[in-house]
């Protein structure tokens, strides 16, 4: 009986395909059939988005690079990697895998969306005018530029605002809270939307129950145990009524 590549005779690697799984008679050859490299490689996409289109992930865990405007992206519980600069009016709608998306310079007026999972979220100078729906996500989100809103409904997440008194930082806080913690916060710029059933019933309200973090900074605790805001590094007395609104 003859020997086959590894020196053994047709040994059971060669008719079952070994760990690769493969069908008898096409394992150690360097050719796979079409639709078996479809089924090995399913869940792990690799995407060019130029503008004006709409990119559909499914379940599948993908690398996306965006490369223009007006540019969908839509995923469910893959892990998903989205990358792009010069980017406007992208929409990134993705669900509960563990997600990164990376804005590069001159991104603005863009949305990001995510589910359950863990997700990091970043941005680069000159990136104004973003949205970022955090909903109930453990996320890390690093913002840059001027005029963004986040919005986090009952996530475990931390944010790394942009280092200028004059970024205008709205984050709206909905219905089931979340445990937030904020770095950079300009006091003299930024505004907080807090939902109507987290416990105060104005923005002076709001201002007049925070409290120390015990670290240097201001605590804001919500009703109910639904969580609570830590402003890193903001002396308490440093925010006012100005800066809470409440819907």
Not at 57 to 80: H, P
């Amino acid at each position: 009986m003859a020997n086959d590549d590894d020196g053994s005779p047709n040994d059971r690697d060669d008719r079952t395909g070994g760990d690769n799984g493969l069908p008898p008679g096409i394992a150690k050859k360097d050719w796979i059939p079409p639709g078996i490299a479809k089924q090995i490689h399913e869940n792990e996409r690799h995407v060019t988005a130029p503008s004006h289109t709409t990119v559909n992930l499914g379940n599948s865990n993908a690398t996306v690079t965006l490369q223009g405007n007006n540019i969908t992206v839509l995923g469910q519980d893959g892990d998903v990697t989205v990358t792009g600069g010069h980017t406007s009016f992208d929409h990134i709608n993705l669900g509960n895998g563990t997600d990164i998306v990376t804005f590069g310079p001159q991104s603005s007026h863009n949305v990001v969306s995510v589910g359950s999972g863990h997700d990091t979220i970043s941005t680069v100078a000159g990136d104004n005018n973003n949205t970022f729906r955090l909903n109930g996500s453990t996320a890390s989100l690093v913002l840059h530029g001027t005029s963004n809103t986040v919005f986090i409904n009952g996530g475990t997440d931390s944010i790394t605002d942009s280092p200028f008194v004059s970024d205008a930082l709205r984050l709206r806080v909905g219905t089931s809270g979340g445990t937030i913690n904020i770095s950079n916060f300009a006091a003299s710029s930024g505004v907080v939307d807090l939902a109507s059933n987290l416990g105060f019933s104005s923005g002076a309200a709001a201002a007049a129950a925070v409290t120390t973090d015990n670290h240097g900074g201001s605590l804001l605790t919500f009703a109910g145990g639904l969580g609570s805001i830590d402003f890193y590094a903001v002396p308490v007395g440093l925010l006012h009524a100005s800066n809470f609104e409440i819907t």
